[in-house]
């Protein structure tokens, strides 16, 4: 039996603004540990083999940061704390229950549109 894959991907925004910068950002002085708190948890419950934590860049939800994405099922989490963390660990991914209410809103989150959609929009195909 190989090494098994992931079951889930977070992807937690790690994107630091510079002073002055109009545009919120989702890692600040009060919310620069959330990443290692998700980690820390994930190791704490045995998971961390089987939930990949990624640090990535700008996420573009910055107005409702902190913010992190649950994959598979492009799950955005917003205004994230260490207290949210803790329960979408342990409901939606050991309990396999999607925390709706700390999801972000439809009007900045709707259906994705397909690569070949997208350039019809934009006239190139």
Same mark, same amino acid.
């Given at each position: 039996m190989g090494i098994p894959q992931p079951a889930f991907y977070i992807f937690k925004c790690e994107q630091s603004s510079p002073p002055g910068m109009p545009k919120p950002s989702c890692v600040n002085e009060n919310t620069r540990d959330l990443f290692q708190h998700l980690g820390q948890?994930?190791?704490? @419950?045995?998971?961390? #083999?089987?939930?990949?934590?990624?640090?990535?860049?700008?996420?573009?939800?910055?107005?409702?940061?902190? $913010?992190?994405?649950?994959?598979?099922?492009?799950?955005?989490?917003?205004?994230?704390?260490?207290? @949210?963390?803790?329960?979408?660990?342990?409901?939606?991914?050991?309990?396999?229950? $999607? $925390?709706?209410?700390?999801?972000?809103?439809?009007?900045?989150?709707? @259906? #994705?549109?397909s690569p070949i959609e997208m350039m019809k929009m934009a006239g190139k195909a």
């Open positions: 948890r994930l190791m704490e @419950k045995g998971l961390i #083999a089987t939930v990949q934590p990624i640090r990535t860049s700008c996420l573009n939800r910055c107005q409702l940061g902190p $913010v992190m994405l649950v994959e598979p099922g492009h799950h955005m989490y917003v205004e994230l704390t260490k207290e @949210k963390i803790d329960r979408i660990i342990d409901e939606h991914i050991i309990g396999g229950k $999607v $925390v709706e209410e700390y999801l972000i809103p439809e009007d900045f989150w709707d @259906k #994705a549109i």
